[in-house]
Every structure is written in structure tokens, then in C-alpha cells.
């Protein structure tokens, strides 16, 4: 995709309160106007990148831009599941994102189990990926500095 690596920011928002994050997998949503602002040439479905919180460390992250089929939402959603141990929330808080590659499509899934475990699938191809010369420059990127 042409337009990756694509650099965006929003502040966290609430999302569909679904209990991601009893899932344990948290997700950090933006605004419907981020949403909307993204290049048409990025489709819908699974990345991985960089993320930081308020100009904080910047951290691996994987992320879900699309209608989740699974549970088939009618407006467009991009999610941050930033992989890092945070102690608190942070709602409301800014958040800038390096969207860096494409891992796949979003899918519908029989089961909440198997939406779990693709999801720690895509959670261990973010963490190499990003290990890789290709990406690993662009947690230094001067987008992350303040
Ligand atoms: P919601 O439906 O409101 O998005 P989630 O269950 O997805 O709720 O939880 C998301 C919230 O959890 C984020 O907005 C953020 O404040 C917090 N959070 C804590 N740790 C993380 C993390 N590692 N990645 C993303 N969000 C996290
Ligand atoms: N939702 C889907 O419906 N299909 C998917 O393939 C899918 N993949 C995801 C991959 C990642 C890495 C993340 C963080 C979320 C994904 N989601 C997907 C969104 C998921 O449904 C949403 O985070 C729920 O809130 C989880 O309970
Ligand atoms: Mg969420």
C-alpha cells in the first residue's frame, strides 16, 4: 500500500464497550472524524505500528480499522491495542499512531474464542515485524517527538 506509513492522531474515546479488555486485549478508539480522514488506499482490516499517549514511549501496537464483521457495526472503527502493560486508563488522553503494515483482512469469526486467538496471532507477527530493519526506525520518527 502506497500510503503506509501512515502517521495519525485522536484523542482516546470510548468505544463499543464490549469488554476488550476483560478479553484481555484493551482497545484505544478515535474519534469517527479520524476514522473518516484516513486514505481511501488504506483498507479495512488488521495492521501493526507504533504508539504513543500523550508524547509518552512510543510502543508496539496492532490495530483494527474497519466494520468489525464479527460484530457487524455500521460505522467505520480504528482501534489500538497497544502492546504494553499500562497501570491506568487514559480516555481523553491524545494518541499518535504509525500505521506500518497490513497483517490481513478483518474476518468473521464462529466463535469469540477464535477472535481471541487470531488476535494473539496478529499480536506475535506485530512484535517481529516491527523487530525488522524496515520498521523498527520508525519508533524514532520526529512525528513522536513533541
Ligand atoms: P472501550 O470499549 O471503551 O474502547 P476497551 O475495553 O477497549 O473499552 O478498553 C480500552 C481502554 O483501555 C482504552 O481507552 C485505554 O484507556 C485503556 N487501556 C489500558 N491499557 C491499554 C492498552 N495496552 N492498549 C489500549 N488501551 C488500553
Ligand atoms: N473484529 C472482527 O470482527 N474481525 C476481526 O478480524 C478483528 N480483528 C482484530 C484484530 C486486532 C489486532 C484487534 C485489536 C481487534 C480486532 N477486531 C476484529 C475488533 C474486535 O472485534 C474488537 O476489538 C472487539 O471489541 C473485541 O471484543
Ligand atoms: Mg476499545
Redesign the pocket.
Known amino acids: 500500500m502506497n500510503c503506509l506509513p501512515y502517521f495519525c492522531t485522536g484523542p482516546?474515546?470510548?468505544?463499543?464497550?464490549?469488554?476488550?479488555?476483560?478479553?484481555g486485549?484493551?482497545?484505544?478508539?478515535v474519534p469517527l472524524e479520524v476514522v473518516q480522514q484516513l486514505p481511501d488506499e488504506l483498507q479495512t482490516g488488521v495492521y501493526f505500528g507504533w504508539?504513543s499517549i500523550e508524547n509518552g514511549d512510543v510502543?508496539k501496537?496492532v490495530l483494527s480499522i474497519g466494520w468489525n464483521p464479527f460484530y457487524n457495526n455500521k460505522e467505520k472503527s480504528m482501534?489500538?491495542?497497544?502492546?504494553?502493560?499500562?497501570d491506568?486508563?487514559?480516555?481523553g488522553?491524545q494518541m499518535k499512531l504509525c500505521i506500518c503494515g497490513y497483517l490481513r483482512p478483518e474476518t468473521n469469526f464462529d466463535s469469540l474464542d477464535a477472535l481471541k486467538a487470531a488476535i494473539n496471532e496478529d499480536i506475535k507477527n506485530a512484535k517481529s515485524q516491527l523487530d525488522t530493519e524496515q520498521f523498527t526506525n520508525y519508533k524514532f520518527n520526529d512525528y513522536f517527538k513533541q
Do not use: M, Q, W
Not at 88 to 91: A, I, R, S, V
Open positions: 482516546i474515546v470510548k468505544g463499543f464497550g464490549r469488554g476488550s479488555k476483560e478479553l486485549c484493551p482497545t484505544a478508539n504508539a510502543h501496537a482501534e489500538a491495542h497497544i502492546i504494553h502493560k499500562f491506568e486508563d487514559f480516555y488522553k
